[in-house]
Structure formats: C-alpha cells, structure tokens
C-alpha cells in the first residue's frame, strides 16, 4: 500500500513539473511566452487547416507549387538568447515544372515557421533554394472563391524583398529577383 502512494506521489509531481501553459497563436503574446519551455503556443483556432497542401500556379508551360504541412508543438531552443518554448508551425516545400516535367524540388525545412495572428493571413519565412538559401519573409492570404457550401480558397503568395539582401541578385542583376514566381495567385490542388 505504501508502494502504491508514492508511486501516485511521483506520477502527480512529475505531470505537474512538467505541465504546459497553452497559448493562443492568433492573441497576444508576451516576453515569457518564449523562455522558459513551459508554453505551448498553438493554432487553437485551427487557423492553419485552410493552408494545408498543396497549391500550384500555372504560366503557360510553366507550373510552380508549394505544399505546406503542418508541425504541432514543435520544440523551440535558443539557449544563447533564452528561447525556449513549443510552438505549432507550417513547413513549406516548393518544386517548378516545365512542359509537364519536374526541373527542381526543394527540400523541407526542419524548423517550421508562420505565424498566425487572424484568419487567413499567414506570414512565414521562404528559402530560395536556386539562388543562395537566402530567407525571405512571405505572406500567404486566403481568398475566398465562394460562400456557399464547403469553404474554397485562392492563395496569393507574395515575397518580401526588402526584408533580406539577395547577393545572388547582386551579382547577377540581370535575372529575375527570385528563381520564383512572385505576386501570384495560387489554386490548391488537393
């Protein structure tokens, strides 16, 4: 009998130790949020679902995609900046297509990123893998195609160049900003 309470002693302290503060993705977050692992920062409102899969824009022969997945709790740790926190996150893959045929696919990014603050504006970070694994920020927005019926959406997908230098776009100013479409908007395949 004694065994039996401290094993329901340890089981209780354990699970209170180790107990997580949940956090609304889309309100307002403070400071301690991020430092000391016991804050989960979650897409409660499931904000993220309408952006899973894959989307693709069409330009003649040419057809560019990005699928994006989602990553809950994900476990953030920056010892050298006193980051550590879960956080539920997107990854983002991209492949081009010419006359049919697949000419890159990119690789999926450990680390998830995106933040969510409301409905359908989403705004993550965007490796552009052909030029120099340059991050640049990317706001992806929801358009609402109809209101009737299972909600459907077109996804505009827009760069921020101001935000990083591109060296590959320095030494080459005569190609185009980004080895991606940019300013588009985007239809989901799945």
Known sequence: ??????????????????AQTIVDMAGKRQNEHYENGTYYIKDINNYM????????????????????????????????????HYIDGLRIQYQKYENG????????????????????KLN???????????????DLLLIPLNNMGTPQYKLKFKLDKFERRNTYY?????????????????IKMN
């Open 170 to 186: 320095e030494q080459h100013p005569n190609e185009p900003y980004f080895s991606v479409p940019d300013n588009i908007e985007m």
């Open 1 to 18: 009998m004694k065994n039996i309470f401290y094993t329901l002693f340890i089981g209780l302290f354990f699970s209170f130790s180790n």
């Open 101 to 120: 045929q697949l000419i890159y696919n990119s690789i999926v990014r450990q680390n998830p990123t995106g933040i969510i603050k409301e409905f359908r």
């Open 49 to 84: 679902l309408p952006y899973l899969g894959t989307w693709k824009y069409v330009d003649g022969n040419k057809e560019f995609r990005i699928t994006l997945t989602k990553v809950t709790k994900h476990h953030v740790v920056y010892t050298d900046y006193n980051i550590n």
């Open 124 to 138: 993550m970070s965007f490796t552009d893998y052909e030029r120099n694994n340059e991050i640049f920020p990317v």
